[in-house]
Nanobody
Framework: QVQLVESGGGLVQAGGSLRLSCAAS????????IAWFRQAPGKEREFVAA????????YYADSVKGRFTISRDNAKSTVFLQMNSLEPEDTASYYC??????????????????WGQGTRVTVSS
């Protein structure tokens, strides 16, 4: 069982930056592909970014491409989401998720077996 814990959310002005972290307990994240999803109030959860086990492959939703960067530090069993040029539309709860298909960059929720509780990001205009 992999337990994921997100951190780093908060309130930021439009144009600002935040870095989210996803840490694992119980097992190392090193054998999993990791993705970030987000859910805004009243909306369905949507894919944001994913990174494969080997850190060489990443994939982004069009809405965040060029502004967000996903990375991982396998020595620390932690995955990061650097979010720059934040917009009010980025306001949401952000969740990290883990898939044992470690080379696959899935965009569907059903492809991920383990989820964190989420961290809230609010971007003010």
């Amino acid at each position: 069982q992999v337990q994921l814990v997100e951190s780093g959310g908060g309130l930021v002005q439009a144009g600002g930056s935040l870095r989210l972290s996803c840490a694992a307990s119980g097992r190392t994240l090193n054998n999993y592909a990791i993705a970030w999803f987000r859910q805004a109030p009243g909306k369905e959860r949507e894919f944001v970014a994913a990174i494969s086990w080997g850190r060489t492959n990443t994939y982004y939703a069009d809405s965040v491409k060029g502004r967000f960067t996903i990375s991982r530090d396998n020595a620390k069993s932690t995955v990061f989401l650097q979010m720059n040029s934040l917009e009010p539309e980025d306001t949401a709860s952000y969740y990290c998720a883990a898939s044992p298909l470690r080379f696959r960059l899935g965009v569907a929720e059903g492809e991920y077996d383990y989820w964190g509780q989420g961290t809230r990001v609010t971007v003010s205009s």
